[in-house]
């Protein structure tokens, strides 16, 4: 009977039908693309409204599948939103789930059912090429010239190809399943918190040398013309150049698209644009009058064109349904003087929204979302509120199964409203957070959003176009169909609606789970 399943008509089948994994006929099951940007706003694509520069590759996806105006990432900022997207749950559930430092050791537990599981379970060759920024090994911390255990292999992918913690933090090497890649055992990689030599040079002491200034932070080991955050000595011949890793990323993804097989891929394709220091390849610097931010969307959307023209010289456009999505909001100085800001005009990195990266405004994980499947996803706009969080849920009923009742706690199946079914629903709330267990979330549910901070600062507002911190009371209400930039606090009209927003976000926190 399974033979005679079409992609569609799986959808409109109670999944629960499939409480075991099932192995779809290979025609039914299609590959998986989940492109993820870094540091991507909701503004940042000419499909999502910016006009001073064109994103034509992403554009067309975005004509030709859903392009959601409420789909967002749960944190904004990288590891938590991975974290969440992995494991369908929240990262503040989670102590250690905040931004990973240099020689974090592995932030998923092995044991943990995660989105690769789910694919894996249903017969996928699960593969992740790009950033990790999740940890890599045992308690200890990486151990870098050796095996990097646990990291995506024991969390269910068959295959990753990576950049390890972040392009602005050291190490700058690639990660091959479990070890550095071309790595001489003779010149060892040593990675550290601390200057190793009083005469190593740094972002500090040879600061006239960089090629790309910094503003903050980011002032110790020199790679690249480029100071890191954190130190290292060796492993030179593995070493990459910042201009090549868009390139590296394609190729490596085109030979997992390319390859023949029974199984279908799912691939998780995670760039590290547009994420600081902004070096795309020389080809795209330039590309816009904007610099080198919006040139690294212009790289990143090469990419996204690369990948489907892949897809389509291996016949395979048509049975792929690709998710394209980011992984917090913007930023324009992040610690490099590439001068985003100066040269930013009239573009407005998140839209119409106040807030980006490490704030819980709507800029910070309000997201650009689309959705594509030639031939079984028609073409339109919708105002359904998805999440990455909810990708585990979704392709476990796209791939005919149920999770597990303790697994992936807070992932719903939205699939029909990411295949844009009319009338399919999406989310009714969301909580949105910062960076790890801080303590700083925001519930939407509905067009009501309730802020919550259990510090009394917050980087928060934009003071002149960058994220400052500032004061935050313990609570703030807005409603975002009258006010979508979060600019009037209603909380004190509207206690009775405060009141039950609180006690909705207290027990999603205590109760550990909102499946
Ligand atoms: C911050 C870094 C920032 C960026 C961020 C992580 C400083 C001063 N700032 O601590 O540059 O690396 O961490 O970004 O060091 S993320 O997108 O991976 O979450
Ligand atoms: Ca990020």
Known sequence: MVKFITPLFLLFLNVSLFAAPQRLNAETRPNVLVIMADDLGFGDLSCYGADSFKTPHIDKLAAGGVRFTNGYCSASTCTPTRYSLLTGTYAFRKPGTGIAPPNSPAVIDPDTYTLADVMKRAGYRTSIVGKWHLGLGEESGPDWNGQLKPGPLELGFDSCFLLPTTNDRVPQVYVQNHRVLNLDPKDPLWVGKMKPSEDHPTGVTHRHTLKMDWSHGHNSTIHNGISRIGFYTGGQAARFRDEDLADKWVE??????????????????????????????????????????????IQFDWCVGALVKALKQNRKLDNTLIIVCSDNGPVMDDG??????????????????????????????????????????????????????DLAGSLAALTGQVLPQDACVDSFNVLKALMGQKGAKGRDHLVQQNNGNNGTYALRDGDWKLHRYDRKTARNVVVEQQLANVKVPPYMLFNLAKDPTESRNVIADHPEIASRLK???TEIIESGRSR
């Open 503 to 505: 006690q909705q976000l």
């Open 336 to 389: 490099y003087k590439d001068f985003a800001l100066e040269k930013l005009g009239d573009h407005r990195a998140a839209g119409p929204y106040t807030g980006g990266k490490y704030s819980v405004y709507e800029g910070g994980t309000r997201t650009p979302f689309i959705t594509y499947w030639k031939g079984q996803i028609k073409s339109s706009v919708s105002d359904e509120m998805v999440c990455t969080i």
């Open 252 to 297: 490596k993804s085109i030979e997992i698209i390319a390859e023949e097989s029974d199984a279908p891929f799912f691939l998780f394709f995670s760039s590290h644009d547009i994420h600081v220091p902004r070096i795309p390849h020389e080809r795209f610097q330039g590309a816009t009058e904007l610099g080198f931010r919006a040139d690294s969307i």
